[in-house]
């Protein structure tokens, strides 16, 4: 059974940093895909960024771009991602999730695992 568990939110200031971790383990093949979402409220969920651990390739969303930064730790079967310059609009409630491919599925409804989500709040 695949597992992820997000940790790291947090209330921030606008312009700072956050580091989010995604702690998973179950995977029992070595191509799999984790990517991040976020859904504010009101609001559907949309996609962040994704990491494929087979090659370590990555794919951001136009939000997120310059601005985020997905990495691994394969030791520690953690994914992170940075967040610098937050805006409100980066407000959400933050979650990893995971599937067994090949390459980086686009749609939230794509992946099979999901974690409980982490609380980012970008406020003064």
């Known amino acids: 059974q695949v597992q992820l568990v997000e940790s790291g939110g947090d209330l921030v200031q606008p312009g700072g940093s956050l580091r989010l971790s995604c702690a998973f383990s179950g995977f029992t093949v070595d191509y799999y895909a984790i990517g991040w979402f976020r859904q504010a409220p009101g609001k559907e969920r949309e996609g962040v960024s994704c990491?494929?651990?087979?090659?370590?390739?990555?794919y951001y969303d136009d939000s997120g771009k310059g601005r985020f930064a997905i990495s691994r730790d394969n030791a520690t079967n953690t994914v992170y991602l940075r967040m610098k310059d937050l805006k409100a609009e980066d407000t959400a409630v933050y979650y990893c999730?995971?599937?067994?491919?090949?390459?980086?599925?686009?749609?939230?409804?794509?992946?099979?695992?999901w974690g409980q989500g982490t609380q980012v709040t970008v406020s003064s």
């Open positions: 990491i494929l651990n087979s090659d370590g390739s990555t």
């Open positions: 999730a995971g599937r067994v491919a090949w390459y980086c599925p686009v749609g939230d409804r794509d992946y099979d695992f």
